[in-house]
């Protein structure tokens, strides 16, 4: 079992930046590739970054690619989504997901509760 807890998000102006963290629980969070999900209000959550279990590879969305970075520290069992230059169309409620897979569709075996985006034009 992982669990995962999403911090990080706010309120932002466009062209601004956040940092999102998710922590997980459990001894083999380097077992799992981590995904981020947003989710738009009346909408279906879309991939936009995953991480390898080893940090080694990454995938990205074409919406946010040279805006997001994703990364991961192994020993602090986190995993973060760098997002520069954003849009008000990023707003969204974002979700990390893992899963021994690395997945760009949502069919991630564990979820967190997600953290609020907001940006402001």
């Known amino acids: 079992q992982v669990q995962l807890v999403e911090s990080g998000g706010g309120l932002v102006q466009a062209g601004g930046s956040l940092r999102l963290s998710c922590a997980a629980s459990g001894r083999t969070f380097n077992s799992y590739a981590m995904g981020w999900f947003p989710q738009a209000p009346g909408k279906d959550r879309v991939f936009v970054a995953v991480i390898s279990g080893s940090g080694g590879v990454t995938y990205y969305a074409d919406s946010v690619k040279g805006r997001f970075a994703v990364s991961r520290d192994n020993a602090k069992n986190t995993v973060y989504l760098r997002m520069n230059s954003l849009k008000p169309e990023d707003t969204a409620v974002y979700y990390c997901?893992?899963?021994?897979?690395?997945?760009?569709?949502?069919?991630?075996?564990?979820w967190g509760q997600g953290t609020q985006v907001t940006v402001s034009s």
């Open positions: 997901a893992a899963d021994r897979r690395v997945l760009i569709t949502p069919e991630y075996t564990y």
